[in-house]
């Protein structure tokens, strides 16, 4: 039998905090009662908001709940030309598209034609959907605007992207945490609209790098919080465009602080250097996040 892969997968932007614990932890026992492999990957694709710092701070934290994890680490930030290369596949299959608009466009945009009695499409997160003027620019502008030095980011046709695939997708989500049924569940892609496939400054953007390297590292087994599950969607039909495998999914319970909330990273209190430097031990962590 292939050994079972299960994979936790930090960005340092912030220190971590219960909700991380409880990730990292779950995978840990996942893989452990398994005797799968469990890895490390750290997603720092954004290089100004993920700095060594934070990085070495998570590595800390990690290591002093007692998670152990195979090396080397995956560092997101020393494979950009990887990820550039599928860039450059989906550019020439014309599935991607340059998107010039900026943040204040967008939202100039849409406040106009919400004026005109239409709610504007939102992604389930609640980000208003990327409007479609760029997809339709004739080939010549869109070379001219290029040619100017005008920043724009790679905008996946979801529609294109869709229609290339040509059937209706599903991903399986085990039930609970015993890993031991699964579901069906429809990926709705469409709900996101036209997502970015690379940022301005960067060749890739969180979905692509996610899929790639699951299937590079073999990840069998994702699991990870319930705030990801609708954007699985994306990522099993970026999976089915690059002819990846598909893994299975466990979206677990999001830990919430005392006011009920999701936690953030500048929730200091639930923030797990926080809690070791006034004295909580990592069996209290265990407990805090109900392991
Ligand atoms: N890097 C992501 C985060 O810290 C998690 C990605 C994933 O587990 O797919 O939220």
Redesign the pocket.
Known sequence: MTLLTFRF???PNGDLHLGHAYSALLNQTLAKASGGRLLLRI?DIDTTRCTPQLEAGVLADLKWMGLGWEEPVRRQSEHFAEYEAVLDQLIREDIVYPAFMSRGEIRAFIADSEKHGRDWPRDPDGVPLYPPADKTLPVKERERRIADNEPFAWRLDIGAAMARVGKDLAWAEFTDETLSVTRSVEARPQDWGDVIVARRDIPTS?HLA?VMDDALQGVSH?V?GQD?FSATGVQRLLQELLGLPQPAYFHHRLILGPDGRKLSKSLGDTGLAKLRGSGATPDDIRLMVGL
């Open positions: 997968a930090p960005s997603e969180y996610v994702i990870r990801l």
